[in-house]
Structures are given as structure tokens and as C-alpha cells.
T-cell receptor, first 112, second 114 residues
Framework: ELKVEQNPLFLSMQEGKNYTIYCNYSTTSDRLYWYRQDPGKSLESLFVLLSNGAVKQEGRLMASLDTKARLSTLHITAAVHDLSATYFC????????????FGTGTSLTVIP | NAGVTQTPKFQVLKTGQSMTLQCAQDMNHEYMSWYRQDPGMGLRLIHY???????DQGEVPNGYNVSRSTTEDFPLRLLSAAPSQTSVYFC?????????????FGPGTRLTVL
């Protein structure tokens, strides 16, 4: 069974600071996704990473993928309060049908 | 397009009752899935479908049934509700497995079993 681990689980950071969320997974995967979830809301797709070395950036968020290390990172640059949310990574195992395995999530709070 | 829709948004059941959570998508997506979200555990896959008439079990299928008679609809049935099924349920769909193949999520159903 594929395991997906995120750390940290909780992150409190000041506005203007940088930080990285890590996502490790236990076996080879086709694709890796990052999602954002606001309290009481659904999941919003942020990034899709398809290959080793892939890097995607949107605003203050940048995601990268190292398939050899089975590691993805979500880097936050100069955090602002609007980035406060829970962030999930998910790994796609298409050779088993339609299986998505989610990490446990990182709850990010940006303090003014 | 409405995207992925779910009904109801909230539901309270008594132990032993049965009910159906509805999910529909209007994007002509072949793949649909049901997840449950519990605190500290992320989202876990309950059942999924790769097309009309084809379903399979995910990580936590016990106590749930699904069917897929049309491309658009993928209902989730709770056969005999238990307090352990108190959770937030999300339905998701994706076009296929090629390329980025993003999943789109519905708004969720918050279920409480007393």
C-alpha cells in the first residue's frame, strides 16, 4: 500500500517569512498533486507535477518533484495571511485503476 | 458547467439507518471517486469508478456501496449507518488518466451518525 507523509502537520509562520512543506511517498508514482483546502470548503487544485525535476510556480507558492527521492516540496515565499489554509499532497497510482493517496495535510497559519 | 455537485450538504442519521449520498458531474468525465475526510487522516478513497457500469473498492470500502449506471451520476449508499461513518464525504471526477488528469472535487457532504 502506498503511504504519503507530509510534514509538518501544523505550521505557524509570520507574514513575510519563507517556509517549505514536505511530501514523501513510499513507492513509484505517475503524478503528484498539491491541493489547498479552506476551512469548511472543498479542495482546490494548485499544482500537478508530472515528471522528475518538474517545478511549477503560482504567485508565492512553488512546487517541485524529485521522483528518485520520492519527495515533493511546496515552498512558500514571503507568506501573507491569505495563504492560511490546509495543504494536501496526493499521489496518483494509475496502474491500480483510479487510486489517489492523500497525505494527512499541513495546516498553515500565517500570523500578521 | 456546474462541475461536481453533491447532495445533501448536511445530514444527521441515527445508527442503523440507511441513506444515499448523491454525486453528479456534467463534464463527461469517465472517472469518479468517493472520499471521506476525517481529522488528522487526510482524504481516504472509499470506492471509485472508471466508467459507467464499472466500480471498484478503494482503501476504506466497508459499509458503503456504489453503482454507476450513467456517466453523470455516482451515488454512495450507506447500508446501516454507524457512528464511525461520521465524516465529511467528497465526490470527485476526472476526465481520464492521460496527461495532468486533474481531479475536480464536489463541495462535500457533512454526515453525522448518532
Amino acid at each position: 500500500e502506498l503511504k504519503v507523509e507530509q510534514n509538518p502537520l501544523f505550521l505557524s509562520m509570520q507574514e513575510g517569512k519563507n517556509y517549505t512543506i514536505y511530501c514523501n511517498y513510499s513507492t513509484t508514482s505517475d503524478r503528484l498533486y498539491w491541493y489547498r483546502q479552506d476551512p469548511g470548503k472543498s479542495l482546490e487544485s494548485l499544482f500537478v507535477l508530472l515528471s522528475n525535476g518538474a517545478v511549477k510556480q503560482e504567485g508565492r507558492l512553488m512546487a517541485s518533484l524529485d521522483t528518485k527521492a520520492r519527495l515533493s516540496t511546496l515552498h512558500i515565499t514571503a507568506a501573507v495571511h491569505d495563504l492560511s489554509a490546509t495543504y494536501f499532497c496526493a499521489v496518483d497510482m494509475t496502474n491500480t485503476g483510479n487510486q489517489f493517496y492523500f497525505g494527512t495535510g499541513t495546516s498553515l497559519t500565517v500570523i500578521p | 458547467n456546474a462541475g461536481v455537485t453533491q447532495t445533501p450538504k448536511f445530514q444527521v442519521l441515527k445508527t442503523g439507518q440507511s441513506m444515499t449520498l448523491q454525486c453528479a458531474q456534467d463534464m463527461n468525465h469517465e472517472y469518479m471517486s468517493w472520499y471521506r475526510q476525517d481529522p488528522g487522516m487526510g482524504l481516504r478513497l472509499i470506492h471509485y469508478s472508471v466508467g459507467a457500469g464499472i466500480t471498484d473498492q478503494g482503501e476504506v470500502p466497508n459499509g458503503y456501496n456504489v453503482s454507476r449506471s450513467t456517466t453523470e451520476d455516482f451515488p454512495l449508499r450507506l447500508l446501516s449507518a454507524a457512528p464511525s461513518q461520521t465524516s465529511v464525504y467528497f465526490c470527485a471526477s476526472r476526465l481520464g488518466l492521460a496527461g495532468a488528469s486533474e481531479q475536480f472535487f464536489g463541495p462535500g457532504t457533512r454526515l453525522t451518525v448518532l
